[in-house]
Protein backbone atom coordinates (compact mmCIF):
# COMPACT_ATOMS: atom_id res chain seq x y z
CA UNK A 1 0.00 0.00 0.00
CA UNK A 2 1.38 3.60 -0.83
CA UNK A 3 2.11 5.67 1.83
CA UNK A 4 1.23 9.06 3.24
CA UNK A 5 3.06 11.96 5.70
CA UNK A 6 1.09 14.23 7.37
CA UNK A 7 2.18 16.53 10.35
CA UNK A 8 0.82 15.20 13.55
CA UNK A 9 -0.96 18.01 14.47
CA UNK A 10 -1.91 21.73 13.11
CA UNK A 11 -3.71 24.82 14.96
CA UNK A 12 -6.45 27.52 12.71
CA UNK A 13 -8.28 30.49 14.35
CA UNK A 14 -11.83 29.90 13.41
CA UNK A 15 -13.21 31.21 10.23
CA UNK A 16 -9.61 31.24 8.96
CA UNK A 17 -8.91 29.18 5.94
CA UNK A 18 -6.82 25.92 6.99
CA UNK A 19 -4.71 24.08 4.41
CA UNK A 20 -3.55 20.29 5.23
CA UNK A 21 -0.43 18.86 3.72
CA UNK A 22 -0.08 15.22 2.52
CA UNK A 23 3.06 13.85 0.76
CA UNK A 24 2.33 10.65 -1.04
CA UNK A 25 5.87 10.61 -3.03
CA UNK A 26 5.66 6.79 -3.82
CA UNK A 27 1.92 7.41 -5.38
CA UNK A 28 1.35 5.41 -8.67
CA UNK A 29 -0.54 6.47 -11.91
CA UNK A 30 -4.11 4.97 -10.43
CA UNK A 31 -3.97 5.60 -7.12
CA UNK A 32 -6.92 7.74 -5.68
CA UNK A 33 -6.26 10.29 -3.16
CA UNK A 34 -9.16 10.19 -0.93
CA UNK A 35 -9.54 12.42 2.77
CA UNK A 36 -11.25 11.15 5.63
CA UNK A 37 -11.94 13.07 9.26
CA UNK A 38 -12.75 11.39 12.12
CA UNK A 39 -14.47 13.55 14.60
CA UNK A 40 -14.49 13.20 18.50
CA UNK A 41 -16.23 9.66 19.47
CA UNK A 42 -17.77 9.15 15.94
CA UNK A 43 -16.49 7.45 13.31
CA UNK A 44 -14.90 8.75 9.78
CA UNK A 45 -16.57 11.06 7.69
CA UNK A 46 -15.68 11.04 4.17
CA UNK A 47 -14.49 15.01 2.62
CA UNK A 48 -13.00 14.33 -1.03
CA UNK A 49 -11.32 12.48 -3.48
CA UNK A 50 -9.58 13.17 -6.38
CA UNK A 51 -7.27 11.78 -8.98
CA UNK A 52 -5.46 14.40 -11.07
CA UNK A 53 -7.48 17.50 -11.01
CA UNK A 54 -8.01 20.21 -8.33
CA UNK A 55 -11.70 19.15 -6.93
CA UNK A 56 -14.37 21.26 -4.88
CA UNK A 57 -17.41 20.22 -2.78
CA UNK A 58 -19.37 22.02 -0.26
CA UNK A 59 -16.99 20.96 2.42
CA UNK A 60 -13.75 21.45 1.53
CA UNK A 61 -11.35 21.69 -1.53
CA UNK A 62 -8.57 19.20 -2.98
CA UNK A 63 -5.10 20.82 -4.36
CA UNK A 64 -3.05 18.39 -6.14
CA UNK A 65 0.63 18.99 -7.38
CA UNK A 66 1.37 18.90 -10.54
CA UNK A 67 3.64 15.75 -10.03
CA UNK A 68 0.99 14.05 -7.97
CA UNK A 69 3.77 13.74 -5.03
CA UNK A 70 1.71 16.01 -2.71
CA UNK A 71 -1.86 17.42 -1.99
CA UNK A 72 -3.27 19.43 0.03
CA UNK A 73 -6.82 19.35 1.26
CA UNK A 74 -8.36 23.20 2.42
CA UNK A 75 -11.04 24.15 4.37
CA UNK A 76 -11.84 27.64 3.09
CA UNK A 77 -13.40 29.18 6.83
CA UNK A 78 -12.22 26.86 9.59
CA UNK A 79 -15.26 26.23 12.33
CA UNK A 80 -15.36 24.36 15.86
CA UNK A 81 -17.21 21.87 14.11
CA UNK A 82 -13.62 21.14 11.83
CA UNK A 83 -11.23 20.23 14.92
CA UNK A 84 -10.91 16.35 13.97
CA UNK A 85 -8.65 14.26 13.05
CA UNK A 86 -8.21 14.60 9.32
CA UNK A 87 -6.52 11.36 7.02
CA UNK A 88 -5.33 11.41 3.51
CA UNK A 89 -5.11 7.97 2.05
CA UNK A 90 -4.09 6.63 -1.18
CA UNK A 91 -6.66 3.92 -2.77
CA UNK A 92 -6.43 1.78 -6.07
CA UNK A 93 -9.17 -0.43 -6.75
CA UNK A 94 -10.26 -2.50 -3.62
CA UNK A 95 -12.01 -0.61 -1.42
CA UNK A 96 -9.91 -0.96 1.37
CA UNK A 97 -8.76 2.26 3.13
CA UNK A 98 -4.98 2.25 4.65
CA UNK A 99 -5.71 4.87 7.68
CA UNK A 100 -2.10 6.25 8.80
CA UNK A 101 -2.41 8.68 12.03
CA UNK A 102 -3.61 11.15 10.18
CA UNK A 103 -3.20 15.07 10.99
CA UNK A 104 -4.89 16.07 14.33
CA UNK A 105 -6.12 19.38 13.87
CA UNK A 106 -7.40 21.57 16.72
CA UNK A 107 -9.44 25.19 15.91
CA UNK A 108 -9.33 28.18 18.72
CA UNK A 109 -12.19 30.14 18.85
CA UNK B 1 -32.00 9.06 5.13
CA UNK B 2 -30.88 6.53 7.70
CA UNK B 3 -27.18 6.90 7.71
CA UNK B 4 -24.90 3.11 8.90
CA UNK B 5 -26.18 1.62 11.71
CA UNK B 6 -23.94 -0.37 14.31
CA UNK B 7 -25.06 -2.46 17.10
CA UNK B 8 -24.28 -2.83 20.29
CA UNK B 9 -23.41 0.17 20.73
CA UNK B 10 -21.04 -0.36 23.47
CA UNK B 11 -20.20 -4.41 24.89
CA UNK B 12 -18.13 -6.08 27.64
CA UNK B 13 -16.70 -9.41 27.17
CA UNK B 14 -14.55 -12.01 28.86
CA UNK B 15 -11.65 -13.42 27.16
CA UNK B 16 -12.19 -16.42 25.92
CA UNK B 17 -16.30 -15.65 24.73
CA UNK B 18 -17.32 -15.06 21.54
CA UNK B 19 -18.93 -11.77 19.97
CA UNK B 20 -21.21 -11.29 17.30
CA UNK B 21 -21.40 -7.36 15.91
CA UNK B 22 -24.17 -6.28 13.50
CA UNK B 23 -24.10 -3.80 10.47
CA UNK B 24 -26.93 -2.22 8.43
CA UNK B 25 -25.98 -0.45 5.57
CA UNK B 26 -27.29 2.58 4.02
CA UNK B 27 -30.24 1.71 2.34
CA UNK B 28 -29.35 0.63 -1.77
CA UNK B 29 -25.30 0.14 -0.30
CA UNK B 30 -24.29 -3.05 -1.90
CA UNK B 31 -20.29 -3.04 -0.15
CA UNK B 32 -19.54 -3.44 3.84
CA UNK B 33 -16.18 -3.13 4.90
CA UNK B 34 -14.86 -3.39 8.68
CA UNK B 35 -12.29 -1.61 10.47
CA UNK B 36 -10.85 -2.39 13.63
CA UNK B 37 -9.92 1.02 15.84
CA UNK B 38 -7.49 0.36 18.79
CA UNK B 39 -7.09 4.00 21.18
CA UNK B 40 -5.14 6.30 19.78
CA UNK B 41 -4.43 4.92 16.06
CA UNK B 42 -6.34 4.79 12.77
CA UNK B 43 -8.67 2.21 11.74
CA UNK B 44 -7.58 -1.16 10.20
CA UNK B 45 -9.15 -2.84 7.85
CA UNK B 46 -10.50 -6.13 8.35
CA UNK B 47 -12.96 -7.10 5.40
CA UNK B 48 -15.08 -6.38 2.40
CA UNK B 49 -17.95 -7.58 1.33
CA UNK B 50 -19.52 -7.08 -2.26
CA UNK B 51 -23.18 -8.85 -2.87
CA UNK B 52 -22.30 -11.25 -0.27
CA UNK B 53 -19.18 -12.50 -1.03
CA UNK B 54 -16.23 -11.67 0.38
CA UNK B 55 -13.56 -9.36 -1.64
CA UNK B 56 -11.09 -8.44 0.75
CA UNK B 57 -9.60 -9.06 4.07
CA UNK B 58 -7.03 -7.56 6.08
CA UNK B 59 -4.46 -8.88 7.99
CA UNK B 60 -6.30 -10.70 11.28
CA UNK B 61 -6.52 -13.82 12.21
CA UNK B 62 -8.82 -16.84 11.47
CA UNK B 63 -10.45 -15.88 14.67
CA UNK B 64 -12.24 -12.89 12.67
CA UNK B 65 -15.01 -14.02 10.39
CA UNK B 66 -17.70 -12.10 9.08
CA UNK B 67 -20.74 -12.60 6.68
CA UNK B 68 -23.01 -10.64 4.34
CA UNK B 69 -27.01 -11.27 4.14
CA UNK B 70 -29.27 -11.05 1.21
CA UNK B 71 -30.30 -7.73 2.57
CA UNK B 72 -26.74 -6.18 2.32
CA UNK B 73 -26.84 -5.91 6.25
CA UNK B 74 -23.25 -8.10 7.59
CA UNK B 75 -22.36 -9.63 10.94
CA UNK B 76 -18.77 -9.30 12.39
CA UNK B 77 -17.78 -12.77 14.25
CA UNK B 78 -15.14 -12.68 16.91
CA UNK B 79 -13.89 -15.59 18.39
CA UNK B 80 -11.65 -17.22 21.59
CA UNK B 81 -11.46 -12.89 22.66
CA UNK B 82 -8.10 -11.35 23.46
CA UNK B 83 -7.86 -8.23 26.05
CA UNK B 84 -6.00 -7.03 22.30
CA UNK B 85 -9.44 -7.31 20.82
CA UNK B 86 -10.26 -4.41 22.95
CA UNK B 87 -11.45 -1.86 20.36
CA UNK B 88 -13.64 0.20 18.53
CA UNK B 89 -15.46 -1.85 15.74
CA UNK B 90 -16.17 0.51 12.67
CA UNK B 91 -18.75 -0.85 9.47
CA UNK B 92 -18.88 1.31 6.55
CA UNK B 93 -21.24 0.71 3.46
CA UNK B 94 -20.37 1.96 0.00
CA UNK B 95 -22.69 2.40 -2.92
CA UNK B 96 -20.33 -0.54 -5.52
CA UNK B 97 -17.64 -1.80 -5.61
CA UNK B 98 -15.54 1.38 -6.37
CA UNK B 99 -16.10 2.64 -3.15
CA UNK B 100 -14.29 6.14 -3.19
CA UNK B 101 -17.33 7.59 -1.04
CA UNK B 102 -17.46 5.11 2.11
CA UNK B 103 -20.11 5.87 4.91
CA UNK B 104 -19.03 4.74 8.20
CA UNK B 105 -20.98 4.22 11.15
CA UNK B 106 -20.68 5.35 15.04
CA UNK B 107 -19.15 1.85 15.94
CA UNK B 108 -19.09 -0.47 18.63
CA UNK B 109 -17.30 -0.47 21.46
CA UNK B 110 -15.61 -3.76 22.79
CA UNK B 111 -14.23 -3.77 25.71
CA UNK B 112 -12.59 -7.50 26.83
CA UNK B 113 -11.82 -8.03 30.36
Known amino acids: DAKTTQPNSMESNEEEPVHLPCNHS???????IHWYRQLPSQGPEYVIH???SNVNNRMASLAIAEDRKSSTLILHRATLRDAAVYYCILRYGSEKLVFGKGTKLTVNP | DAGVTQSPTHLIKTRGQQVTLRCSPI?????VSWYQQVLGQGPQFIFQ???????GRGNFPDRFSARQFPNYSSELNVNALLLGDSALYLC????????????FGPGTRLTVT
Open chain 2, 92 to 103: ASSLDRTGHEQY
Open chain 2, 49 to 55: YYEKEER
Open chain 2, 27 to 31: SGHKS
Open chain 1, 26 to 32: TISGTDY
Open chain 1, 50 to 52: GLT
